[in-house]
């Protein structure tokens, strides 16, 4: 994926949490940032619903045959 510099301007304080965290976690401050973003935008929960849902689909049967469909929570048109 191509890159694209952003300058950014922000208080003393806020460079030093950035750089801080960022050493935390590993990573770099450009990094950081970048993820920071992406969770703010919603990826990462997206992300972790399909994937949740891929595999609710994928074992659907191995649950129905565990805990029996009587077990199931309400579903739209179920009564």
Do not use: C, W
Not at 48 to 72: H, L, N, P, T
Request: proline fraction near 1%.
């Amino acid at each position: 994926m191509a890159k694209t510099q952003l300058n950014v301007r922000v208080d003393e304080g806020t460079a030093r949490a950035a750089r801080e965290r960022a050493l935390a976690r590993g990573m770099s401050v450009n990094r950081y940032i970048e993820e920071l973003v992406r969770q703010d935008n919603g990826e990462v929960g997206h992300t972790f619903v399909e994937a949740a849902a891929d595999f609710m689909k994928q074992y659907e049967s191995v649950f129905a045959d565990e805990f029996g469909a009587d077990r199931e929570g309400p579903r739209e048109g179920r009564h």
